[in-house]
């Protein structure tokens, strides 16, 4: 799929979303967009759910479950994921299966998106902790970060420390993502997307009252 094809894709996406958040979907998601078409679409090893190797996917911010939906749908897949109730606990599930894997040898990748605001738990903490310890270089944790709530400090600096090879990026810019995803490391791998809620539709963006309130039909005209 070519760099065009990809950015039609997303604006689709975006499309199908607008649709859903005049109901019921939660806003925020938007700003997955390119990451999750970039994974399913290019990146991720997934022909189907029956393939034994396929590549590992942990939705652990998951009011973002409606964008993926979206993006599984113009996969052509409907594929199982962890679907977390606390927030922070889908990191650690990434770990566990990332373990799995490690320790059967089959090598197979986890990714996990997570949202900013779950790094205040201590059990993610505990998960990236184990992450490093085991030296699981298979898996890599996706942030999506945002900072209009929460001032976390150094992001980066932090996951360095926590023994993760850290890449910084913008997570809407598609060739950004893409050669993220293909960075061989030793260690588990960090990528901190830094992203707009509401990405495209600009009369939202940065303003934090959307965090979760849905459009109306005059609103999804400016998402597409």
């Not at 689709?12 to 859903?20: E, K, N, S």
């Amino acid at each position: 799929m070519t760099l065009e094809e990809m950015k039609d894709v997303c604006q689709q996406v975006r499309a199908d979303i607008a649709l859903a958040q005049s109901q019921a979907a939660h806003p925020g998601s938007l700003s997955c967009v390119e990451i999750f078409s970039t994974l399913y679409l290019q990146a991720m090893k997934n022909e189907s759910v029956d393939q034994v190797d396929r590549d590992r996917f942990v939705l652990s911010k998951g009011h973002c479950a409606c964008i993926f939906d979206a993006v599984l749908a113009h996969r052509g897949l409907f594929l199982p994921v962890f679907a977390s109730s606390s927030l922070e606990q889908g990191a650690a599930a990434a770990v566990g299966l990332a373990l799995e894997s490690h320790l059967q040898g089959t090598n197979q990748r986890v990714f996990a998106v997570v949202g900013d605001s779950e790094m205040q738990e201590a059990q993610y903490w505990e998960a990236m902790m184990s992450a490093s310890r085991h030296k699981l270089s298979n898996l890599t944790v996706i942030i999506d970060h945002h900072d209009e709530f929460r001032e976390l400090g150094s992001i980066p600096l932090k996951m360095e420390s926590f023994g993760f090879y850290v890449i910084e990026l913008n997570g809407h810019d598609i060739e950004q993502l893409m050669a993220a995803y293909s960075v061989e490391t030793s260690q588990p791998k960090c990528i901190i997307a830094n992203t707009s809620k509401d990405n495209s539709a600009t009369f939202k963006i940065k303003r934090v009252c959307w965090s979760g309130k849905n459009a109306n039909t005059d609103d999804t005209r400016q998402f597409a």
